[in-house]
């Protein structure tokens, strides 16, 4: 459930200033451009996944300077899932093994370890995508501050008492 705003709050009258001090910490980046660490643009896969996630990330103002590790393990993750779905259609889902015994050569077929590690990194790809809100049912669970913007709507700034130096001093007692 989405938290009611302060003009919300001012409007229904169960404001309580004391209780509202959100500060909020704006990241000045250049152009709204974060850049990969280098592992990341080291790798191919790695770096077409950052690519395509990060500016949809970057453009709903979840992904910030701090969480870039976060949406770097993310990438990492979607890079050796990818090798290992390349190996299991390649090779297919279970490998023939050769051992050599005192008794001859036997040829016996095993399971292929790449579909086990393929369905080990799927389900680690969820739980990270989970935190950055990479899937829809995810998505709306993300809170993401609002800017605090200076051109702000007329009517929002008399809910909030802005323009009325009576409704301020309301609010202060």
Same mark, same amino acid.
Not at 44 to 73: C, M
Not at 83 to 104: F, K, M, P, Y
Not at 112 to 132: D, F, H, M, Q
């Given at each position: 459930?989405?938290?009611?705003?302060?003009?919300l709050k001012k409007?229904?009258?169960?404001?309580?200033?004391?209780?509202?001090?959100?500060?909020?910490l704006q990241f000045?980046?250049?152009?709204?451009?974060?850049?990969?660490?280098?592992?990341?643009?080291?790798?191919?896969?790695? +770096?077409?996944?950052? #690519?395509?996630?990060?500016?949809?990330?970057?453009?709903?103002?979840?992904?910030?300077?701090?969480? =870039?590790?976060?949406?770097?393990?993310?990438?990492?993750?979607?890079?050796?899932?990818?090798?290992?779905?390349?190996? =299991?259609?390649?090779?297919?889902?279970?490998?023939?093994?050769?051992?050599?015994? +005192?008794?001859?050569?036997?040829?016996?077929? =095993?399971?292929?370890?790449?579909?086990?590690?393929?369905?080990?990194?799927?389900?680690?790809?969820?739980?990270?995508?989970?935190?950055?809100?990479?899937?829809?049912?995810?998505?709306?669970?993300?809170?993401?501050?609002?800017?605090?913007?200076?051109?702000?709507?007329?009517?929002?700034?008399?809910?909030?008492?802005?323009?009325?130096?009576?409704?301020?001093?309301?609010? #202060?007692?």
């Amino acid at each position: 459930m989405k938290r009611k705003t302060t003009a919300l709050k001012k409007l229904q009258g169960t404001y309580q200033p004391y209780r509202d001090s959100k500060k909020r910490l704006q990241f000045a980046t250049a152009n709204g451009d974060i850049k990969p660490p280098a592992y990341i643009r080291a790798n191919k896969i790695a +770096r077409a996944e950052w #690519k395509a996630v990060a500016p949809h990330l970057i453009a709903e103002g979840i992904l910030k300077p701090t969480d =870039v590790s976060l949406l770097a393990n993310y990438c990492t993750l979607y890079a050796r899932w990818r090798e290992a779905a390349l190996d =299991v259609e390649t090779n297919g889902q279970t490998i023939i093994v050769t051992s050599t015994t +005192r008794t001859g050569r036997t040829d016996k077929p =095993v399971p292929n370890p790449s579909c086990r590690l393929e369905i080990l990194y799927s389900a680690a790809l969820v739980k990270v995508g989970t935190k950055l809100g990479l899937s829809p049912l995810d998505r709306g669970r993300i809170e993401v501050p609002d800017a605090e913007d200076d051109e702000r709507d007329p009517f929002d700034r008399f809910l909030d008492g802005d323009d009325d130096p009576e409704l301020e001093y309301l609010n #202060k007692v």
